[in-house]
């Protein structure tokens, strides 16, 4: 059985563990979207393969020495309570403890999709304002309900990759949540890229999360 997030994304299910959801909670993502822009759009901006119609995700090659592949989905809620609840009853699993980010007032749950995760984020209602806008748009979203605006992709190159996008990916910033240690790009109003898109970029220092995480019913292969 698969489970799909809008025309993009296939979440295979392992032993059936993972509920199909209802059709009509399908998941939408701005890549599936061939209104908002083309294949060539993204391509030309980040220079990654991304089509805009597979039903998988597929790792590519960026340029000649540097690999970028998904590293995560990200699904913003209006809190992370109602985010973690629903995506539980839409895929029939448990989400992970994640945790907070200081730096931008925000907090997050987590799920493994194989060699992947999906994270849910919302503002932390108990974290005081950042002194900038808050990452992935979260200040100016309207959300009535949690939807999947994101995706992140993971480099080993992160400056020279990001100096090669023709779209503004923001500033590299360092980041942190406990004792993980990251690099990512942020637009200085915290806009997503493309209207989400083109990938945030990021590169981690040290363990990944993933490493962390226990294995779920739920996947996402990349092939």
């Known amino acids: 059985m698969d489970v ?8 295979e299910v392992a032993g059936g563990g993972c509920a199909a959801p209802r059709e ?33 995700c597929r ?10 592949t998904l590293d995560h989905l990200v699904i913003a809620a209006p809190t992370l309570e109602s985010g973690a609840a629903w995506l539980e009853e839409l895929l ?6 994640g945790g907070k980010h200081a730096f931008m007032g925000t907090h997050n ?7 992947v995760y999906l994270e849910v984020i919302a503002v932390d209602p108990d974290a005081p ?25 993971r480099t080993d190159d992160l ?5 090669h996008s023709l779209e503004d990916l923001g500033l590299v910033t360092d980041a942190a949540r406990g004792d993980l240690r990251w690099r990512i790009t942020i637009p200085d109003d915290g806009h997503l890229p493309l209207g989400g898109i083109v990938p945030t970029l990021i590169e981690w220092q040290g363990s990944h999360p993933i490493s962390r995480m226990p294995a779920s019913a739920c996947v996402l292969p990349l092939s």
């Open 4 to 11: 799909r997030f809008g025309a993009a994304l296939t979440l």
């Open 92 to 97: 029939g699993v448990r989400m992970q403890a």
């Open 109 to 115: 749950r987590l799920l493994r999709l194989g060699s």
């Open 24 to 56: 009509a909670d399908w998941l939408a993502i701005a890549t599936a979207d061939a209104s908002s822009a083309t294949q060539r759009d993204v391509e030309r901006v980040i220079g990654l393969q991304y089509p805009l119609e597979m039903s998988r």
């Open 159 to 163: 400056e020279r990759v990001a100096a």
């Open 129 to 153: 304002a950042p002194n900038r806008p808050r990452w992935f748009g979260l200040d100016t979203l309207r959300l009535e309900q949690p939807r999947l605006i994101h995706w992140v992709a």
């Open 59 to 68: 790792q590519r090659r960026l340029y000649n020495r540097s690999v970028t």
